[in-house]
RNA sequence: GCCUGGGUGGCGGAAUUGGUAGACGCAAGGGACUUAAAAUCCCUUGAGGCUGAGUCCUCGUACGAGUUCGAUUCUCGUCCCAGGCACCA
């Protein structure tokens, strides 16, 4: 090889450099990928974006995060998939729409259009020839084909629910989507409202999706607690109550049946079936009504008020306690959920503090079946419930069992007897898809008077969503009133027959779409399940925390249908994630204009001013960018100023990922000073080193700077490895590269020696190479400059360690007294523990501690310290 | 209330298996260069103490105990902060 002699600019620009090298990927399609059986491969996602118009400091770190791994792999030889694309559905494209009268499919492909523009610009390395968008018939089409599976599975079918219903965005919200009573999106008051709607059976997995998230050991543990309480299992019983005078029966679940003989009376949700039937003919029919439907118009946001208030009535009828026979009030409570258990809770007021709420507030009796293990019954006070284990009183033949076998006991009774079962509940419901919105995957179903809901013949797919519609204010959608989509034919009885307008919701574009990235614009099928098989699953996984349940856990119940649809053989789309933290930033505030943007603050020190009144403004806490708070960065503004490479440098230097950022404008400025001084070092040492080969001899040729320059280098290259390698803490590998500049810009080489030259190109060349993932872009021309050739950086192979190089010979020993530090010393490192001891006593200031007192014990670490007890 | 994280200098953060607490960066202070400033380069910087300003001493990782020759790291208890769930029977 000819090295080839280059010339460099004198000053780091990042405006030119950036540019050109941005140029030269896309032209030479640099991170294409095919599957080639032949390497191993690398699956990198990032959580693809909703298109909103603007890329936000979130996406730059999470995208940062990820574009370092995906480039680092490549480096290692990985066959690496890194792909982006497009979350596109959704309501804002309808909300925009209306306020600025253009169409969610113009919005939407303007805003990707001006967002890939900015990902191009922060140097992200995708395959770009895999991008699609969700809102694309070709897209959806294959979903709607999975629907069509799914209902002939069963896996999504059509039920009657209350749901729960945002007003302002007119659509039906998952259980996931409800915010403490609130709608997600727009924060307004969520309501119950009943409607029929479409379902997949998520449920049917629980058990399942419970089971492996024990198994995702690449998962952060926080994700997979919250899955598995999400899922929520409990164990327990469910238990049958006779309704007196009647051959009507009440089921309840229940995780106490060691407290049944304290189960005083009955509480219904106000939609259980029972209600009606039981309040018939006893008077209180109307007030049961009533009471009913006020309980439906309740709010979900009043029912997670502090003070909610427990509500009930008596419906006019009893049940019989099945141990006991004591005969039970039954009552409708506000605080019994229909879409738990059973809808029914059988009330035990002294073990339950809730019911011992409701028993006092309706003066209902409270009979004591466990004590504490330490107080007989008589002495048990009654100011509240006791909910620990104990001892079973007043509980016929189990009376003084343990409380805790008396759960199997009485379960076991109630099976022999009929009376009941062992039964699990889950807290998991089934996943409500349909969304009342025009800007969604349509559901491919006709109704049909005579046949009902009949699937679109696969053959007449996708069911396109018509662009051709009026939008309307307030948000309802247009589909329903658009006759050219609703009216068609019904495909069994070829009579009139009317499309189904819900939408899908958007979570189950997102649930596939990693799956469709191996093969983007495969025709006959979901995706070419070979390509499927080279690349999934999602070797690593990166995205924020707020997607820990509901996105993750359709992933993954989606990947499940697709395997019992034989398409996959995997049950795991990711194995691993990496769920980054928020980023943050101090807010400004001003007393008469509230919160300030940072381009409406001026700064004198540290101290900000309004910029419309010149007032003080107050610094208020740091708090996660957002829009209302105005401790945004616009990325745009950064990337003028600094370039792509001090951005990206610092969203990784400033804290490791799965913690908060804090942002620092210091901190980019201290970013960007670092690469003006790789930037200088290099120019420095370039006449000097161009025409030399890298070092790449034995250690033992060196001596003097020149092996301690090496020596560094070295180890250098072995912490950023491992670093990267084992944890993702880019911001201790990058530490690490500064400690090599500074030790470089100390180094005094001795340029008469043979060595000198060859030892501080290998320097320069690690900086470069260690860098490259991280600032792809000046390292790229550095290489350049070197004389390499252009462009082939990022796909050069990553820095080799020699062991041999990163040890030196001697070891820095340090000397304790009774643990505390009083010398160190330097030995070779092949010095036995005697002699080191010996080193050890002899050390002046060791003395002073040692002297007159009497040696109790010496305890060598190796290549560490010596600790003498006195 | 329950479940997860977390608490280390003026600040962001290091310390990978129990072994020199504070790497690296920011900020601050001092010096060099300059007519000057910016930029750059170098030095200092946890707090306190001092007979011999040292290869010095004491204290110090939210707080209180414990285990250990030795604890930021392990155990128990307490406080505070962040996130998640929240009438789930």
Not at 704 to 710: D, I, P, T
């Amino acid at each position: 090889m000819n090295l080839r002699v280059n010339p460099m600019d004198n000053r780091y620009d990042p405006k030119r450099i950036e540019p050109k090298w941005q140029t030269v990927w896309d032209a030479n399609k640099q991170f294409k990928v095919d599957e080639d059986p032949s390497r191993e491969k690398y699956y990198l996602l990032e959580m693809f974006p909703y298109p909103s118009g603007k890329i936000h400091m979130g996406h730059v770190r999470n995208y940062t995060i990820g574009d370092v791994i995906a480039r680092y792999k490549r480096m290692r030889g990985f066959n690496v998939l890194h792909p982006m694309g497009w979350d596109a559905f959704g309501m804002p494209a309808e909300n925009a729409a209306i306020a600025n009268n253009t169409h969610p499919a113009a919005w939407t492909y303007a805003n990707i259009d001006a967002m890939r523009e900015q990902l191009k610009r922060m140097g992200y390395s995708y395959d770009w020839d895999r991008e699609f968008a969700t809102c694309a018939p070709d897209y959806y089409k294959w979903e709607q084909w999975l629907f069509l599976k799914m209902l002939e599975k069963g896996m999504a079918y059509q039920g009657e629910s209350y749901v729960n219903w945002c007003d302002t965005c007119q659509t039906v919200l998952a259980n996931e989507q409800v915010e403490a009573g609130e709608c997600w999106r727009c924060g307004n008051p969520v309501r119950q409202k009943k409607l029929t709607q479409w379902f997949f059976k998520i449920s049917d997995y629980a058990e399942d999706l419970l089971e492996y998230c024990d198994r995702l050991a690449g998962w952060p543990e926080k994700v997979t607690t919250m899955q598995k309480n999400w899922i929520g299992k409990s164990m327990g019983a469910e238990i049958r109550f006779q309704v007196e005078d009647s051959d009507r029966a009440i089921d309840v679940f229940t995780t106490r049946p060691d407290t049944i003989f304290g189960a005083t009376f009955m509480c219904l949700a106000p939609e259980h079936p029972l209600v009606r039937a039981l309040s018939r003919g006893t008077g209180l029919e109307a007030d049961v009504d009533a009471f009913v439907e006020r309980m439906a118009l309740q709010s979900r946001s009043d029912r997670m008020l502090e003070n909610y208030e427990k509500e009930g009535l008596f419906i006019g009828a009893w049940c019989l306690n099945p141990m006991t026979g004591r005969r039970m009030p039954i009552y409708i409570a506000n605080f019994a959920l229909m879409e738990y258990g059973t809808g029914a809770v059988m009330s035990v007021p002294a073990h339950d503090q809730r019911d011992f709420d409701f028993a006092k507030k309706y003066g209902l009796d409270i009979v004591v079946v466990i004590r504490p293990y330490d107080t007989p019954v008589e002495q048990v006070a009654r100011t509240e419930a006791y909910v620990e284990d104990g001892v079973l009183v007043n509980s016929g033949k189990f009376t003084d069992m343990d409380n805790k076998a008396a759960q199997e006991a009485i379960t076991d009774y109630f099976e022999k007897n009929e009376l009941g079962r062992k039964a699990v509940s889950y807290r998991l419901r089934d996943w409500g898809i349909s969304r009342q919105r025009y800007w969604g995957a349509p559901i491919p179903v006709i109704h049909c008077e005579s046949c009902g809901a009949v699937p679109v013949p696969e053959e007449d797919l996708p069911v396109v969503l018509p662009e051709d519609v009026d939008l309307l204010e307030g948000g309802r959608s247009p589909l329903e009133t658009t006759e050219a989509f609703v009216q068609t034919t019904c495909p069994k009885c070829g009579g009139p027959a009317r499309r189904e307008t819900d939408t899908m919701d958007t979570f189950v574009e997102s649930s596939w779409y990693f799956e469709r990235y191996c093969s983007p614009h495969f025709d006959r099928g979901m995706f070419d399940t070979g390509a499927v098989g080279y690349w999934m699953p999602v070797d690593q996984y990166i995205g924020g925390v707020e997607h820990a349940v509901m996105h993750l856990l359709y992933s993954r119940y989606f990947t499940r249908v697709l395997k019992d649809i034989g398409l996959v053989d995997f049950k795991e789309p990711f194995t691993r994630l990496l769920t980054q933290g928020m980023v943050c930033k101090e807010t400004v505030q001003c007393p008469e204009h509230g919160f300030l943007y940072p381009e409406e603050t001026r700064y004198d020190g540290d101290q900000p001013y309004c910029g419309f009144c010149n007032q003080k403004a107050a610094v208020g806490r740091v708090e996660k960018m957002s829009k209302s708070k105005k401790n945004v960065i616009d990325p745009n503004v950064l990337l003028d100023e600094y370039g792509a490479d001090t951005v990206r440098l610092f969203c990784l230097f400033a804290a490791p990922p799965e913690r908060s950022l804090e942002w620092s404008e210091q901190g980019v400025e201290g970013g960007f000073r670092f690469l003006n001084r790789i930037w200088r070092l290099i120019n420095h040492w370039h006449a000097d080193i161009q025409k030399v080969r890298p070092f790449d001899g034995d250690p033992g040729e060196l001596d003097g700077a020149a092996k301690k320059l090496f020596s560094k280098t070295h180890q250098t290259i072995k912490k950023v490895t491992t670093d990267i390698e084992e944890r993702f803490h880019f911001n201790t590998a990058i530490s690490a590269v500064m400690e090599l500049v500074n030790a470089m810009y100390a180094a005094e080489l001795d340029m008469a020696h043979a060595h000198s030259a060859s030892v501080m190109r290998h320097a320069v060349e690690s900086v470069i190479l260690l860098l490259a993932p991280v600032v792809p872009h000046i390292t790229e021309e550095l290489w350049e400059a070197l004389g390499n050739e252009p462009g082939k950086l990022s796909s050069a192979w990553w820095p080799a360690y020699r062991e041999d190089a990163t040890i030196s010979e001697t070891r820095l020993m340090v000397v304790q007294v009774n643990g505390k530090v009083r010398g160190r010393f330097e030995v070779s490192a092949d010095a036995d523990d005697d002699a080191i001891k010996e080193k050890a006593m002899a050390d002046e200031n060791v003395r002073r501690f040692t002297e007159g007192k009497d040696i109790k014990k010496i305890i060598v670490v190796k290549d560490k310290l010596v600790n003498i007890v006195v």
